[in-house]
């Protein structure tokens, strides 16, 4: 117990001494508690076992196969199945189907039309095509909040190309989109024939600004995009679509979900195209863009256009925007899949954690230990940096194993695993270490609170993993797990979410999906406080009780 | 007397006496009631199936969620009655007083599984009363199709008591986990991750059903809580008896792996 | 009182790379307080578990009574042991300690009130034993062994923490017990706790026996009665004292420490050599030096540096 003892101070540099002696107490005090710490072979043990399960549930219980069998040919399984998915200007994968009006465009142009109506269809037989004679037979009525009518911009006709397109929508109102993951908000409130919508796109060289205006006399920019590398000759004119139509009703207990396809309609009229290569005035095409992306909410053979003078109707479906994880998204995954194991690591760690502490009140220790260092609340700040520091190190190592072999595996069997910037991978990555650091700490105190480490387990146990049990085994309805998961310590697993919020389109963006409803740090902070709390009131009870 | 059954008899007496004769044992078996009727009848409360609406609710499994917490206070009980002896030294008392050892984790499991069952049946005719007066008035009607919350009604009775024996294989799975690895937080640690994680894994492996549905019939908290469902049987993964049988399994393989930690390592 | 032996028989255990038990043998017998003593990690505790089958040995047996002990039905009115007395749940009085301790051997409410008093707990027996002193501790694990008057009992370390009245109180007892024909094997490492004790004493040392030996034995077997001898002129004096019979079994600077010759004839024998000397003082060995000469290679953690 040499190694508890704090070194004398010297009195002949009282001021000075004091303050090094004071650091260098704490450093011998870290020393104590890193040798009592590596000292029990079991505690070791835990940590190793830690980024073992971590591994073992990540990597191989974790495992999605993709299988499929094409009538009476071999079963087939992974990347056989899939048809690879469009690939935006960014890299991400897209959602890239619409009906298209179109006609080529020089590098500088202007085209106006006015939208006098958007109304919808949905619903059907879960995806199912109608009868080709009657396609909207059984649907109902109605838009998607993201169905959307308006003039685009686009490279070509190729799934996943660069464009620029201004829109009205569901009930969004004018949205300027370009390049999938960008939309910008512009004129609020419905279309409809008392109340048309009069859209414009500019373009100049790689330059493409939207307007829009009630009248057609008064514009508004509502956004400017630069499309890289745009060529010198594109597609303009005029779409709609529709994404899927997704219904999930939440009860307590359960939650339910239905997935159909949905068709958009726009009729503009006052169309005007400048730069054309006709100068204008060039005969319309009509392309169902997309429709054999095989993860699309499903054709409904309905989509088309008519031509009647100078007045278009336009019906399509499908969507144009990057794909998200979620109901109906296809074989995806994203990389914090393979960090699942991050639970069981959790507990792991918390049961040394809590150890660490209880430990020492099992056959006195803690007098000796407080008898060497005097200053209670430095032991409990020691002993968490020791334990922090551990429990980071094993997630680090766990995740930086767990999730490049994880993101491999899904790509062998043909999942699309969503692409993360080096950012947000380290971030995952780091993150991972300080969700068990933080997480341990808060062990360590719950520990030192209850002393009882059946019950300190058990209360981090339910404090951290049931809150997300609960929404993923759809134990609660989303609304009430995804208000646990912003204000129980359970929060703190934002930071490994990988995948990015779209608000231009609808998703269940809930926890069993990967999306938190705290950004990472906000629900790491949530963590954090937890563990601070925590802290504090361990030190107070660890300073007033006898030890 | 019979020699071997008097031993018997003394080995449950003594360990009735050790769990009478401390208030952690009776708090746990309170807290397992709260919390057993209270998260059910907050369930109960927050739930609502509006008229017109067509909702696919398994009124045992809404009402019994209260399970799903209790099981955890039933883990403590059950770990503590054994890995506390180990934390202060007296389980050699214990066994020198008991040298049968298989005896010793005989009787400390009958009594604090026979607890568990007799609290657990408050708890769950606790929750089916909550459900009871709440349910219905939510819209949650025979008339609409729900399974009644009457225990005349076969499936429910099988949902009830089939939850009461769940909260008991729960307690002997803890029992065997604790002989096993005695140390309290870790026994505990493992008991609670192989109930709670399965449930994570397997919505983790969203993309695979073949896989999902294997995990589903081995988890010990998934296939033992089969046992709660009264409508659509045919979708499970494994028929509700068939469930609470993996369940049992589970307990018997931790009760023997512990029986036999128990008598072969060193006390 | 029926009379039952403790034979322990070749024991050998191992921990890992730790020899603990090394063929230990010995039997206790009844009528005699035994004393078990050697220096701290001898294997005196792991003995008394393999004997209590709480620990299985590697090779050899242990019987009471000429059985094995997890054989016997009811054990504690066979064997009355205490290891260790801070084995109890603290938040538990120590009468319902022993009452469900009771309960496991069949006996009931009435033995357990007898132990209470006979320990001399009756005051405090209904409170917490958690918050017992170590002193009090030992007299409740005393009080258990005694629950099924057994004939057999097993103290390991009884003396610690007790106080001085309390080690008195402890001998009177034990000697009472051997008294009565019961067989009481009681370890410790000092053997100054057993001197007024034992009257048979078994010292162990690396797991197995150095000496089974009764007291009075011992002590005439330690190498008798000492010399010390202070001189300038110690080659001289040990030339000297050699041809007279002695033997030099220590010599530090001016200090000689002779066996063989006692201090009168230490000092005529000098004085017919003519050898100068400053004191000759006799010193009569003592159970504890006895003690310590015999262990003297069999202490596990001697004290390093200084």
Redesign the interface.
Known sequence: MSAGTTTPVRPDDAAGAARFGFLNGFASLLRAEWIKFRSVRGWVIGMIVAVVVMEFMGLFLAQAHVGCQVSGGPAKSGAACVQPMPLGPGGEAVNDQYYFVHQPLGSSGTLTVRLTSLTGWYGGNGGVPAAPSNPLAGLQRGLQPWSKAGIIITDSTKQGSAYAAIMSTGSHGVAMQYNYTSSVAGRPGAVGPASPRWLRLVRSGDAISGYDSADGAHWTLVGAAHLAGLADTVQAGMFATSPQHTQVTQFVGHSQGQISPSLATGVFDHVRLSGGSAGGGGAWTGDNVGSNQPFGPGSTQAETFHQAGGRFTITGSGDIAPVVNGMGSGPTASISQHLIGTFAGLIAVAVVAVMFMTAEYRRGLIRLTLAASPRRWRVLVAKAVVVGAVSFVAGLVAAVIAVPIGAHIDHVNGLYVFQASAATTARVLAGTGLLLAVMAVLALAIGSMVRRSAVAVTAVIVGIVVPYFLGVAQVLPTSASEWLMRVTPAAGFSVQQSLVVYPQVTNSYTTPNGYYPLGPWGGFAVLCGWALVAMAGAVYLLRRRDA | MNMTLAVRRDALHAEWTKLRTVSGPAWLLAGLVAATVGVGAAVDAASRCPAGEVCQVDTAKLTFTGIDLGQAVVAILAVLAFSNEYSNGMIRVTLAAMPRRGLVLAAKAALVTGLVLVAGAVGVLGSLLAGRLMLPGHGYTVARGFTALSLSDGPMLRAAAGSILYLGLIALLSLGVAALVREAAVAIGVVLALLYLFPIIVASVGADPHWQRHLEQIGPMQAGLYIQATTNLHALPLSPWAGLGVLALWSAGALLLGALSLSLRDA | MQQETIEVSALRKRFGATVALDGMSFTVRPGQVTGFVGPNGAGKSTTM?VV?????PDEGRALVGGRP??S?????SH?G?L??A????????AR??L???A????LGARRVDEVIAQAGLTGVARRRAGGYSLGMRQRLGIA?AMLGDPPVLMFDEPFNGMDPEGIVWMRKFLRGLAGEGRTILVSSHLMSELQDAADHLVVVGRGKVIADTSVDELRAAASGDRVTLRTTAGPAAMAVLERAGAAVIAHDGDTLTLSGLAAGQVVTALNDGGVPFSEVSAHRATLEEAYMELTRDAVEYRAVGR
């Open positions: 578990r209590l089958s709480l620990d299985a002990y997890a016997l039905p009811r054990p504690l064997v042991s290891l260790d801070g084995a109890l749940q603290p938040s538990r009085s319902n300690h009452m469900w301790l309960h496991s051997q069949g258990a």
